[in-house]
């Protein structure tokens, strides 16, 4: 049999409003069983029974209880009145009411619309362009005898894939990206090469499907050889392949513009003055060392 919780009509209505916002995964609570307070046309009384709680449910409802325990012991043991805990929650409520006043401010004042994001990618189009980035495929081997075997292969014209295929200790995987599965921009990093920057001035310095004639060392006494596969050009992003971004930088800039314009009317309304000399150190005041 499971263990009965007995609850007054109040405590069960705060617990089931306190389950619904634990369980706000979305808009549909019932992602845990959660249904709010009315999920019932009838409820059992006064009582609620735990065991009839689903695993998820039950793992809500126990969390909170346990919350819930933890704050009236705290209650009964005069933690309120104690003088740092009550810092503390003066800080916290501070910290509460601050955002969300600025939550609400900035929901009633920050609004994008089409146009903006328009003005907004045209005004700074260069900053939303697919860079310039290769691909490569590579050959790891840990032995100089593989090495010279490749090396041999190679200089004969056997098929790279072939070579790679023989005597690589990396192939490529069944269906899971592998290291050099993504593209490389300039200003990135050649996988698994000990000296990067070198690595990669040497693989922009091919042609496509060129294979590079240098071998590179590699991490834990490696060596790689490489083969440009692809190169992608830079390309001026349309404003539907980064509207997202657009937003994000629209938004960041105007809530920016917006706290700026807050702290300065506030700052106003409050006459706030700032003494720029107090914010300096004095040239007689005596520095860490005494001196």
């Known amino acids: 049999m499971g263990r009965e919780e007995t609850y007054s009509e109040d405590e069960r209505r705060e617990i089931s409003e306190r389950l619904k916002g634990l369980g706000d995964l979305g808009e549909d609570h019932r992602f845990f069983g959660l249904r709010g307070a009315g999920h019932r046309r009838s409820h059992p009384g006064p009582r609620v029974l735990v065991r009839d709680l689903a695993e998820g449910r039950r793992q809500l409802l126990q969390m909170y209880l346990s919350w819930e325990l933890l704050y009236r012991e705290a209650l009964a043991a005069g933690l309120p009145e104690d003088e740092v805990v009550r810092r503390r929650a003066v800080d916290a409520r501070r910290q509460i009411l601050t955002e969300a006043f600025l939550h609400d401010y900035l929901n009633r004042n920050l609004h994008i619309g089409e146009t903006d994001l328009e003005n907004a990618y045209e005004a700074k189009?260069?900053?939303?362009?697919?860079?310039?980035a290769f691909k490569v495929e590579a050959i790891v081997v840990d032995t100089d005898e593989a090495k010279d075997q490749v090396s041999e292969a190679l200089d004969a014209q056997t098929n790279f894939a072939e070579v790679r295929n023989t005597f690589s200790t990396l192939k490529p995987g069944a269906g899971e990206p592998g290291p050099f599965d993504r593209w490389i921009t300039r200003d990135g990093r050649v996988p698994l090469a000990a000296?990067?920057?070198?690595?990669?001035?040497?693989?922009?310095?091919?042609?496509?499907?060129?294979?590079?004639?240098?071998?590179?060392?590699?991490?834990?006494?490696?060596?790689?050889?490489?083969?440009?596969?692809?190169h992608r050009a830079a390309r001026q992003l349309d404003l539907s392949e980064c509207r997202e971004r657009v937003a994000q930088d629209l938004r960041a800039g105007k809530q920016n513009e917006l706290l700026?314009?807050?702290?300065?009317?506030?700052?106003?309304?409050?006459?706030?003055?700032?003494?720029?000399?107090?914010l300096r150190l004095e040239e007689s005041e005596p520095t860490e060392d005494g001196s």
Do not use: C, M
């Not at 189009?125 to 310039?132: M, Q, R």
């Not at 091919?206 to 991490?219: I, M, P």
């Not at 006494?221 to 692809?230: C, E, I, P, Q, Y």
């Open 195 to 230: 000296d990067s920057r070198a690595a990669l001035a040497h693989v922009v310095s091919l042609e496509t499907g060129q294979v590079g004639g240098k071998w590179f060392e590699g991490a834990g006494g490696s060596w790689l050889r490489f083969k440009l596969a692809d």
């Open 125 to 132: 189009k260069g900053n939303y362009v697919e860079p310039e």
């Open 260 to 278: 700026g314009q807050l702290q300065q009317s506030l700052q106003n309304k409050y006459q706030v003055v700032i003494h720029e000399e107090a």
